[in-house]
């Protein structure tokens, strides 16, 4: 088997198991929990993907305390880890904390680090973390958003403090809630592009409008790609308009996909009307980029989704376009929310961003 069509999916059993939130619904923190993971592997051992040889499945890396410390101080490690021992405990209202939470937030990270760096030593041609609790809300000093540590920005700080790998990296955030956190991490990191997606509160404001834009040197690399809500799976892939040119002019050695599935008409926390077409359709678009680019080096990191439904048919989607094969969407998903079409504001939104980034991006126009 050459290498031409291999990807690494990294699993391991105690993202499936552990780390399980002790509230019933409706309650937040209730929707991150081992089920998701559960559905997954049933879903995929059901389509056999774990069977095909075109498929390396890997474990998360083995990491010690040092390594969460790239990103994370000392006291806030100190201080999960304490919580973690107290066996049920809250987080800034946002995150919940057990007995597994801190060891399975340090494996998170291992599996993170290890599907980057598959891709980069050409291990793997694309890869898939399968991985639990999501990261790209958490801060240096303080978990959100169900997130405990940063798995994302704490790989990448590992790639560039033990492996000395200082080449380009671009994120592309397709969760349905701004990546906070990621944006913090390298807002003024001009060898890092952020560019989020994300369902964006036009009425009472929020956080991860199209200004913010970055800072210093890293003006520019901060790009945000706020929708409203009930945006359909006509909608979402406009996006692509303003990153493709921008990816072939930043011209980066990997692309990181942080990995939300939680524009899923279903999912419980999330305002969208997306359906597993638009992952698949995404995948595909993104996978072709990469192959002119950076050689195909592409890797999913999963951050949110929590519809038990919609999660592990999203994710297969994006196997199937990592395949280059047909994906036919289940039955149902045939809905019709052309209705809720939001297209207008998007090309709005779309043309506001341009004329922001033209003073950064000559292939912008």
Request: aromatic share 12%.
């Amino acid at each position: 088997m050459t290498l031409e069509n291999k990807i690494g999916l990294i699993v391991d059993d105690d993202f499936a198991l552990k780390h399980k939130p002790p509230y019933p619904h409706p309650i937040f923190f209730s929707y991150e929990t081992p089920l998701r993971i559960q559905s997954i592997i049933a879903y995929l051992e059901i389509k056999k993907v774990f069977e095909d040889k075109r498929v390396d499945i890997m474990s998360p890396k083995s990491i010690d305390e040092s390594v969460i410390q790239l990103a994370h101080s000392k006291y806030y490690i100190d201080s999960i880890k304490y919580l973690s021992s107290l066996e049920s405990a809250l987080l800034n209202e946002e995150v919940f904390l057990t007995k597994y939470s801190f060891d399975l937030a340090k494996k998170a990270i291992g599996g993170s680090i290890r599907a980057i760096e598959g891709v980069i030593n050409n291990k793997v041609n694309q890869s898939f973390a399968l991985i639990r609790p999501p990261g790209h809300h958490a801060l240096r000093e303080s978990g959100s958003g169900l997130c405990i540590f940063n798995n994302i920005a704490t790989s990448i700080l590992y790639l560039r403090e033990r492996l000395k790998y200082n080449k380009k990296i671009a994120i592309i955030d397709i969760d349905n809630h701004f990546g906070d956190g990621l944006a913090q991490y390298f807002y003024g990191d001009p060898s890092v592009l952020y560019f989020s997606i994300h369902e964006y509160d036009f009425i009472e404001g929020d956080i991860g409008f199209i200004h913010e834009l970055g800072e210093g040197e890293g003006v520019g690399k901060n790009i945000n790609f706020p929708i409203p809500m009930n945006s359909v799976d006509d909608d979402f892939l406009e996006f692509i308009e303003i990153i493709e040119p921008i990816l072939k002019e930043f011209n980066p050695n990997i692309i990181i996909i942080a990995a939300g599935f939680d524009m899923y008409y279903t999912d419980p926390i999330g305002n969208c009307l997306l359906t597993s077409i638009s992952y698949y359709k995404f995948t595909e678009k993104i996978l072709k980029i990469a192959e002119e680019i950076c050689e195909g080096k592409l890797s999913f990191i999963l951050e949110g989704g929590y519809s038990l439904l919609g999660l592990p048919v999203c994710v297969y989607s994006v196997i199937q376009a990592l395949f280059k094969e047909k994906y036919e969407r289940p039955l149902f998903e045939y809905l019709d929310f052309s209705q809720n079409s939001k297209k207008n504001e998007i090309k709005k939104i779309s043309s506001t961003l341009k004329n922001l980034l033209a003073n950064y991006w000559s292939s912008i126009d």
